[in-house]
């Protein structure tokens, strides 16, 4: 048996994903992190991602051996003029730019060991959104799989 450092991404949770927890036996589509899906951020150490979008008719299969949630701290610059709620006229539409936008914080990406993965992940609000202020959110669960020796990571790839 060996062990492939998986990333499953938050959003592939909340949309198609099923909650698990260590010592269960999964069957999920990876995709492996190489040319073909370059680095675009921090896989934080993965060799592979869940793509639950993709052909899935071939899963990889193993067991959860760990499950780390991985935390990332953002500032928010938050649009006070959307806390005041603007009722058009009748027929009107009123078009507001968007509320607010979210910057990571460097070096505050974190790792919190868990025994069961959660569909969904609960935000961390710092302080009273009236302005700039930090959140903490849920970017994945980094899991350790146990698969078959020479398991690909999804038909055809031999990584």
């Known amino acids: 048996m060996a062990l492939k450092t998986v990333f499953y991404e938050?959003?592939?949770m909340g949309c198609c994903g099923e909650p698990f927890s260590v010592g269960?036996?999964?069957g999920w589509p990876l995709v492996a992190l190489d040319e073909r899906r370059p680095p675009e951020g921090d896989w934080h150490g993965a060799e592979a991602w869940v793509e639950n979008?993709?052909?899935a008719t071939h899963p990889v299969t193993g067991r959860v051996r760990a499950i780390y949630l991985v935390h990332q701290e953002f500032t928010v610059d938050l649009d006070l003029r959307d806390l005041q709620r603007v009722s058009p006229?009748?027929?009107k539409v009123t078009l507001l730019a968007s509320g607010h936008s979210l910057e990571p914080v460097p070096g505050s990406v974190t790792r919190?060991?868990?025994d069961h993965c959660p569909k969904w992940?609960?935000?961390e609000d710092y302080a009273p959104p009236q302005g700039p202020h930090r959140v903490r959110r849920v970017?994945?669960?980094l899991v350790t799989l146990e698969v078959p020796d020479g398991t690909p990571h999804k038909p055809g790839d031999r990584h």
């Open 89 to 91: 006229p009748y027929g």
């Open 10 to 12: 938050e959003w592939q």
């Open 121 to 123: 992940f609960a935000e």
């Open 112 to 114: 919190e060991p868990v």
């Open 24 to 26: 269960d036996e999964i």
């Open 53 to 55: 979008h993709a052909d």
């Open 139 to 141: 970017l994945g669960a």
